[in-house]
C-alpha cells in the first residue's frame, strides 16, 4: 500500500489561494501510479484558528457536498486513490450543527465516510460540537479495517481523563485495526524563530509525544503490522505555530519504526510505501 500526505501551511479563511497551494504541491510531486491514499490535515483548506461561531461561519461547507468534498471527489478520481481531508461541517438540519470533520472518498469519487472530531480541543469548543460517535473505526473501501481520528482524538479526553485510558489508540486496538489515520492541526511548543531554525528537521519532541499516545498498540502488537499516519499541517495562524513533522508510523512485534517524517516548516507531499522498510526504529521490539 502507498500512502501520501500533503503538509501545507494555509492561511486562515483563504479557502481558494489554499486550495491552489495543495494543488500546486501535488503537482510538483512524483505521485505513484498505484497510491492507495491522499491525506491532507485537519480543516486543510479553511485554515484553523476561529475563536467563534461568527469566525468560523463564511467558511462553514454543508456535510459532505461543500468545495472540499468536491475537490477531494475530483482529486480521487484523477489519481484513482482513497483521499482524506478536513473541513469545518455544517449539517442541514434545523437548527443545524457544526462540526470539525473529515469526509473520506473512494478511488471511484465516492463518499465513504464523514468523522466528527470527538474530542474537541479548546478552539473547538468555541463553535463546534462533539462528535456523535466516538471515533471511527471499521471498513473503509479498499483500505480495509481502519480507525480515524482529529488531532486532539488522540489526547486525554478535555485533557482531564486518566493519561492511562489511551481512548482513541484503545479503539483501533479493539476494532482490530490495520491502519489509523489523524489529520491534524497540531500545534508546536516551539517559537516562530525556532521553527523556522532548520524548518526541514522534524520536531521529535512532538514525534515523541505522538508515539507515546499509542503506547496500548506498542505493548499489544503482535506479528501483524499496525500503520500509523498522523498528517499535520504546518505554519503560523494569528498567534499559533504549527509543528508540522508528518509522520508514518510501523508498530509490530512490541517495536515502533519511522518510515519517515517531513520538517516543522516543510510543505511538501510525503510518499510513503508500506511495503517498504521503515528508514528509523523509535523504540525496539520485544
Given at each position: 500500500?502507498?500512502?501520501?500526505?500533503?503538509?501545507?501551511?494555509?492561511?486562515l479563511?483563504?479557502?481558494?489561494?489554499?486550495?491552489?497551494?495543495?494543488d500546486?504541491?501535488?503537482?510538483?510531486?512524483?505521485?505513484?501510479?498505484?497510491?492507495?491514499?491522499l491525506?491532507?490535515?485537519?480543516?486543510?483548506?479553511?485554515g484553523?484558528?476561529?475563536?467563534?461561531?461568527?469566525?468560523?461561519?463564511?467558511?462553514?461547507e454543508?456535510?459532505t457536498?461543500?468545495i472540499?468534498?468536491?475537490?477531494?471527489?475530483q482529486?480521487?478520481l484523477?489519481?484513482?486513490?482513497h483521499?482524506?481531508?478536513?473541513?469545518?461541517?455544517?449539517?442541514?438540519?434545523?437548527?443545524?450543527?457544526?462540526?470539525?470533520s473529515?469526509?473520506?472518498?473512494?478511488?471511484s469519487?465516492?463518499?465513504?465516510?464523514?468523522?466528527?472530531?470527538?474530542?474537541?480541543?479548546?478552539?473547538d469548543?468555541?463553535?463546534?460540537?462533539?462528535?456523535?460517535?466516538r471515533?471511527?473505526?471499521?471498513?473503509?473501501?479498499?483500505?480495509?479495517?481502519?480507525?480515524?481520528?482529529?488531532?486532539m482524538?488522540?489526547?486525554?479526553?478535555?485533557?482531564?481523563a486518566?493519561?492511562?485510558?489511551?481512548?482513541?489508540?484503545?479503539a483501533?486496538?479493539?476494532?482490530?485495526?490495520?491502519?489509523?489515520?489523524?489529520?491534524?492541526?497540531?500545534?508546536?511548543?516551539?517559537?516562530?524563530?525556532?521553527?523556522?531554525?532548520?524548518?526541514?528537521?522534524?520536531?521529535f519532541?512532538?514525534?515523541?509525544?505522538?508515539?507515546?499516545?499509542f503506547?496500548?498498540?506498542?505493548?499489544?502488537?503482535?506479528?501483524?503490522?499496525?500503520y500509523?499516519?498522523l498528517?499535520?499541517r504546518?505554519?503560523?495562524?494569528?498567534?499559533?505555530?504549527?509543528?508540522?513533522s508528518?509522520?508514518?508510523?510501523k508498530?509490530?512485534?512490541?517495536?515502533?519504526?519511522?518510515?519517515?517524517?517531513?520538517?516543522?516548516?516543510?510543505?511538501?507531499?510525503?510518499?510513503?510505501?508500506?511495503?517498504?522498510?521503515?528508514?528509523?526504529?523509535?523504540?525496539?521490539?520485544r
Amino acid at each position: 500500500m502507498k500512502i501520501a500526505c500533503l503538509q501545507f501551511a494555509p492561511e486562515l479563511g483563504k479557502v481558494q489561494e489554499n486550495i491552489r497551494k495543495a494543488d500546486e504541491i501535488l503537482q510538483k510531486t512524483q505521485v505513484p501510479l498505484k497510491l492507495d491514499w491522499l491525506v491532507l490535515p485537519e480543516m486543510a483548506f479553511s485554515g484553523y484558528d476561529f475563536h467563534s461561531l461568527e469566525e468560523v461561519q463564511p467558511f462553514l461547507e454543508p456535510t459532505t457536498s461543500g468545495i472540499t468534498t468536491q475537490w477531494a471527489i475530483q482529486v480521487a478520481l484523477h489519481y484513482k486513490c482513497h483521499v482524506t481531508v478536513g473541513y469545518p461541517e455544517i449539517t442541514t438540519t434545523t437548527p443545524p450543527t457544526q462540526y470539525n470533520s473529515t469526509v473520506t472518498v473512494s478511488p471511484s469519487g465516492v463518499v465513504l465516510t464523514n468523522y466528527r472530531k470527538t474530542f474537541l480541543y479548546y478552539t473547538d469548543e468555541t463553535w463546534s460540537a462533539e462528535g456523535d460517535k466516538r471515533f471511527f473505526s471499521g471498513p473503509l473501501g479498499g483500505l480495509g479495517n481502519v480507525t480515524l481520528g482529529i488531532c486532539m482524538d488522540i489526547n486525554p479526553y478535555k485533557f482531564t481523563a486518566p493519561w492511562e485510558d489511551y481512548e482513541f489508540a484503545n479503539a483501533a486496538l479493539q476494532s482490530s485495526s490495520e491502519l489509523v489515520c489523524v489529520s491534524m492541526a497540531w500545534l508546536a511548543h516551539l517559537t516562530p524563530t525556532e521553527i523556522m531554525t532548520n524548518p526541514t528537521q522534524a520536531d521529535f519532541a512532538t514525534v515523541a509525544y505522538w508515539v507515546e499516545r499509542f503506547q496500548p498498540l506498542v505493548e499489544k502488537a503482535g506479528e501483524q503490522p499496525i500503520y500509523v499516519v498522523l498528517a499535520n499541517r504546518c505554519g503560523m495562524e494569528k498567534a499559533v505555530v504549527y509543528a508540522g513533522s508528518t509522520t508514518v508510523l510501523k508498530i509490530e512485534g512490541g517495536g515502533v519504526s519511522l518510515y519517515e517524517t517531513l520538517g516543522k516548516f516543510e510543505e511538501k507531499c510525503l510518499v510513503v510505501d508500506l511495503n517498504e522498510r521503515p528508514k528509523f526504529q523509535v523504540r525496539s521490539g520485544r
